[in-house]
């Protein structure tokens, strides 16, 4: 394999094709990268950029998200159980093992309910700007909080904005230094995917299913006391979705947590990917 | 680890926004990038930082394309000379001197236009499939040239199938053996640019004033021959529009030219570009500062 190069495949998961970012060669360190909205695995493409001489690296997109298959909604209930489930059998299928995991927004959900189920499937944790706390709530889950209780036509408008140019901007540009700095492809390529038909539904019907994931807190909150994970958590601290009171919840249970924090969005990578990759070679090679 | 800041910057040219991304040192010898059809400055996205280390990389998006001003095609003749006129107020505006040009598909002809009008300024041209010479045009040309010869609406009809998303993704796909390299971003941002608003019927008229990028080659031969301005070719040798040929042709104008081949499609830079890369790195290396 060029290990100078980013490979873009598909795996076949129970009829489901599975689009994934490839890059660096397999017997180095493993990393495999989450994440959900609004960017799917095209928010890692310059990370990887940054890390494929040193790791192995691997994004997928989630069912319904970015280049994988849609499934019918007949077929497929887009809940984060369900989608944490393929997960897990595409880690299985492409024959990763103990890989490190990196979790940023969905991506810490589907995390934390694969760990959940195997303890000893994940050898550390980097989690990104992802939540397992009440506290850790910011403005915009605490806008949404009303329609995760509650899901009728009125709640509908609280979030339907999200899925607009809008809306995929506050993941970008809210709580940004240097507006300059954000590649606006990145939104762009966003906006193209949430847009196509169908997804209206599939993402307002997932994100509904983030209510699972606040019931869920309680045991992951357990499961990372228990057994003291090696974490590393870096952090944009003007996230609007996850903000920096979410990292310092993980760090009270989890004291060797290190944790670092960026003057920045929600999708930190943007502007801090140099720098973050630095912080995960150190992390996990040093 | 790589320089890889880049900013993305939009500027006032005459009256219309020119979208850029600049990156590496300001004081830093400064290579400028042209894209092709139907991309924009996306398609350097993986080169940038690759350049940026050493050098002051800018690339503007041409007027029409990604995410610079695109006017009405009825309000803004769009030819290569008007294309041309932008990425000089450009330039100027930015005060740059000296620098190098990276050109590519219709890049070149824009490109090659402005060195003739600044000799003085260019320290070097590296041409990745940006064609200046007849033996470099393909039989692709063809429903183009019929395009020319008669400008009739049938003929432009006959071309608006070229800007449909299933032919933007047989251009990247075309020539290269390894399709996995292929990222989807690339085709599925270009078709988002082109199926905007009637932005079609802005690429037909350029498909349409192509023609006098063919009839300027002598004008360009001309520059080549004067100013023996140092050249890189850098061609992926199975591109369904630019031949090789094309590639060996500069060598008639400029003997010292050195033209590599990669073994992929028209766009290059979506498989090569570490390989790319290192050759541009080693010619600017031997341009005057």
């Known amino acids: 394999m060029n290990n100078q190069a980013i490979y873009y495949k598909t795996l076949n998961v129970d009829g489901i094709n599975i689009f994934y970012r490839e890059a660096g060669d397999k017997s180095k360190p493993q990393i495999i990268l989450l994440n959900g909205v609004p960017n799917a695995s095209s928010a890692f493409q310059e990370l990887m950029q940054d890390l494929k001489d040193k790791f192995y690296l691997i994004a997928p997109d989630f069912p319904g998200f970015g280049n994988s298959d849609i499934p019918d909604q007949s077929v497929f209930d887009y809940t984060f159980h369900n989608i944490s489930v393929v997960i897990e059998k595409f880690i299985d299928k492409l024959g990763l093992t103990r890989p490190n995991v990196y979790a940023l927004g969905y991506g810490g959900p589907i995390t934390f309910r694969i760990a959940s189920r195997r303890p000893e499937l994940f050898n550390t944790y980097i989690l990104q700007n992802s939540n397992a706390y009440e506290e850790g709530l910011g403005p915009a889950m605490i806008n949404a909080a009303p329609y995760l209780q509650n899901r009728n036509e009125e709640t509908e408008q609280l979030v339907k904005p999200l899925l607009t140019l809008d809306g995929i901007k506050l993941f970008f540009l809210n709580g940004a230094k240097d507006q300059s700095r954000i590649n606006p492809d990145s939104y762009q390529n966003a906006l193209y995917y949430l847009s196509r038909p169908g997804q209206q539904k599939i993402q307002l019907d997932l994100l509904y299913d983030y209510r699972t994931n606040i019931a869920e807190y309680p045991n992951w909150q357990r499961f990372l006391k228990q057994t003291q994970p090696k974490l590393l958590l870096v952090w944009g601290k003007n996230d609007v979705f996850f903000p920096i009171s979410a990292a310092e919840a993980i760090q009270r249970d989890v004291p060797t947590a290190e944790l670092h924090v960026f003057d920045t969005s929600h999708l930190a990578l943007e502007e801090h990917h140099t720098d973050i990759a630095e912080k995960i070679e150190t992390f996990l090679i040093a | ?289």
């Open chain 2, 1 to 289: 680890m790589k320089n890889s800041t880049v900013k993305y910057l939009t500027i006032k040219v005459n009256d219309l926004n020119v979208f850029y991304r600049e990156a590496g040192p300001k004081d830093a010898p400064v290579i400028l990038l042209l894209h092709g059809y139907p991309t924009s400055s996306h398609m350097y996205r993986n080169l940038i930082p690759i350049l940026s280390e050493k050098y002051r990389v800018i690339a503007p998006d041409l007027i029409g394309f990604g995410y610079s001003d695109a006017p009405h095609y009825k309000s803004f003749n769009y030819t290569f000379d008007n294309l041309t006129a932008y990425v000089q107020g450009f330039i100027d505006q930015l005060g740059l001197k000296r620098f190098a040009i990276q050109v590519f598909d219709y890049g070149a002809p824009v490109g090659f236009r402005l060195a003739v009008a600044n000799p003085e300024k260019i320290t070097g041209i590296i041409s990745q499939n940006g064609n200046a010479y007849e033996e470099g045009l393909s039989d692709g040309w063809n429903p183009i040239q019929k395009y020319w010869a008669d400008p009739s609406q049938e003929n432009r009809e006959n071309l608006r199938s070229m800007t449909s998303a299933g032919l933007t993704q047989w251009q990247y796909f075309t020539g290269v053996s390894d399709k996995s390299l292929i990222a989807p971003e690339s085709y599925i941002l270009d078709q988002y640019f082109l199926d905007r608003d009637e932005n079609a019927e802005l690429q037909l008229d350029l498909f349409k004033d192509y023609a006098n990028n063919v009839a300027m080659y002598p004008t360009f031969h001309q520059y080549f021959r004067e100013s023996q301005v140092p050249f890189l070719a850098t061609w992926g040798d199975k591109d369904p529009f630019f031949l090789p040929p094309g590639a060996e042709a500069f060598k008639k104008d400029l003997p010292d030219a050195t033209v590599k081949f990669f073994d992929t499609g028209h766009f290059a830079l979506e498989t090569h570009v570490n390989e790319i890369g290192e050759e541009i790195l080693k010619f600017l290396e031997t341009l005057p500062k």
